[in-house]
């Protein structure tokens, strides 16, 4: 096995220096006209099973090229750079700093995403909302038959009318999504209109309605023999979310129709 060594020269009356790794080096090294005048600096390195081609640098100003009989180390010709090549090489004893085969720094982290907007994140509790459709009342009862002149009383299922919410989170945001009924608005397909604040209520004795309408004509000539009832509940939306920001949303509408059969009432005789 040939013992490693690099071997440093430059310009100067037998100013030579020599390095030898896991030996000494032969007194003669340091004299003849190969040291005195030689320009070259040469960097030899051998591993067991490995070599690496020699590295020259360039002639300093004033000297002189290494003569034509200079021969690059044994077994280096064709050789393929290494863990060893001269970028790895301390600048010291004849690494050279910034060499092609340096490895770069590392690019920088990427920065990290921004956070979602809580109006997206709170779009999307809002399609996680479960609103049932209007389940209307009327007393008498829809299946019945209405008397003209007689107060229809209509009302919602008290136990439906009540808030409902539905949360999303993205990242470090979550947004919070309330829905609320506000408001029935009943088309009683005689081309009348009832607004009702709230969800009104069931039929009660000796009460007046919350809610009501009374038919002037009985529903015969209409399709059907009925009138089609459209009864729409609105739902005002609002969010709030984790991070301060919060508003409201368009409005949820639902609609229900439903048939309703209007007679007149006809008078008892003996």
């Avoid at 397909?189 to 607004?195: I, L, P, S």
């Avoid at 604040?197 to 000796?206: H, K, L, R, T």
């Avoid at 949820?252 to 439903?258: M, V």
Wanted: glycine residues 10%; charged residues 10%; proline residues 14%.
């Amino acid at each position: 096995m040939r013992k490693d060594k690099l071997i440093l020269s430059v310009t100067g009356a037998l100013a030579a220096a020599v390095f030898v790794l896991g030996g000494t080096a032969p007194p003669s090294a340091l004299a003849g006209d190969g040291f005195r005048s030689s320009t070259t600096l040469s960097v030899t390195a051998s591993v067991p099973g490995e070599t690496v081609p020699r590295v020259t640098a360039p002639p300093r100003r004033g000297g002189s090229q290494p003569g034509p009989g200079a021969e690059p180390a044994p077994g280096s010709e064709g050789a393929a750079p290494s863990q060893w090549d001269s970028c790895n090489i301390p600048r010291a004893i004849g690494g050279i700093a910034g060499c092609q085969g340096a490895i770069p720094p590392a690019a920088p982290p990427a920065a990290p995403a921004p956070p979602p907007a809580p109006g997206m994140v709170a779009q999307a509790a809002r399609n996680t909302l479960v609103i049932v459709m209007p389940e209307p009342r009327t007393s008498p009862p829809m299946a019945a038959r209405q008397l003209v002149a007689i107060p229809v009383w209509l009302w919602m299922d008290p136990a439906e009318w009540h808030a409902v919410s539905a949360s999303a989170s993205a990242g470090p945001v979550t947004a919070t999504v309330t829905a609320t009924p506000t408001k029935a608005v009943w088309e009683m397909g005689d081309g009348a209109t009832v607004v009702c604040d709230g969800p009104g209520a069931p039929y009660s004795p000796g009460r007046t309605p919350p809610c009501s309408h009374t038919y002037r004509d009985p529903s015969t000539s209409r399709p059907g023999g009925a009138y089609t009832v459209r009864v729409t509940v609105t739902w005002s939306v609002t969010w709030t979310s984790n991070t301060g920001p919060a508003g409201t949303q368009d409005a949820i509408e639902l609609t229900t129709s439903f048939p309703l059969v209007v007679s007149q009432a006809q008078a008892e005789t003996d």
